[in-house]
T-cell receptor, first 110, second 115 residues
């Protein structure tokens, strides 16, 4: 049973454009919703995270939008750069465990 | 500061052989996680330990997989016998109590190929 559904699987965006990745969850008991970024040959690393009592969180060019009633959240990358090309995982955590989405491979065209 | 250390980084073996993957968590971290990453299934949690004790092994695919954590600074994931479908990248991650957003710190992974 997939508890966190992520889309799209892959995304190509022009440099300077906005990248948007969407996720949906089922279990209302999750306490945090992080996004992890993974570059080729590396392990995932925490990029940005949000609590379910907050509707939006912004860190630089990265913004999480959270819709608790719809059980959906999304990552927006403004002014996307070639260095943002990576795989992005949305996730939901409960206690020690983190449930990851299947990932989105983002490619930013120069 | 050293991050999570995994060895080997690459492993190529033949079907039926025993494979042992190793992990050294970040000093002071008390939780350790083993994940498997494939294109088809994404990032799957296999097992995690808290203070060296296995807490949840529901993600371990079958009895061929086993994991141990004999002390706070070392863990192993063993596959015996290995099969071609075990080919994947295996990640170890660690975390500490009270970390922001339950952040997990991942190692560089071990790429396993079973022929």
């Amino acid at each position: 049973q997939q508890q966190v559904k992520q889309s799209p699987q892959s995304l190509i965006v022009q440099k300077g454009g906005i990248s948007i990745i969407n996720c949906a969850y089922e279990n209302t008991a999750f306490d945090y919703f992080p996004w992890y970024q993974q570059f080729p040959g590396k392990g995932p690393a925490l990029l940005i995270a949000i609590r379910p009592d907050v509707s939006e969180k912004k860190e630089g060019r990265f913004t999480i939008s959270f819709n608790k009633s719809a059980k959906q959240f999304s990552l927006h990358i403004m002014d996307s750069q070639p260095g943002d090309s990576a795989t992005y995982f949305c996730a939901a955590s409960m206690g020690d465990k983190i449930i990851f989405g299947k990932g989105t491979r983002l490619h930013i065209l120069p | 500061d050293a991050g999570v250390i995994q060895s080997p980084r690459h492993e190529v073996t033949e079907m039926g052989q025993e494979v042992t993957l190793r992990c050294k968590p970040i000093s002071g971290h008390n939780s350790l996680f083993w994940y498997r990453q494939t294109m088809m299934r994404g990032l799957e949690l296999l097992i995690y330990f808290n203070n060296n004790v296995p807490i949840d092994d529901s993600g371990m695919p079958e009895d061929r997989f086993s994991a141990k954590m004999p002390n706070a600074s070392f863990s192993t994931l063993k596959i015996q016998p290995s099969e071609p479908r075990d080919s994947a990248v295996y990640f170890c991650a660690s975390s500490f109590p009270g970390s922001s957003y339950n952040e997990q710190f991942f190692g560089p992974g071990t790429r396993l190929t079973v022929l």
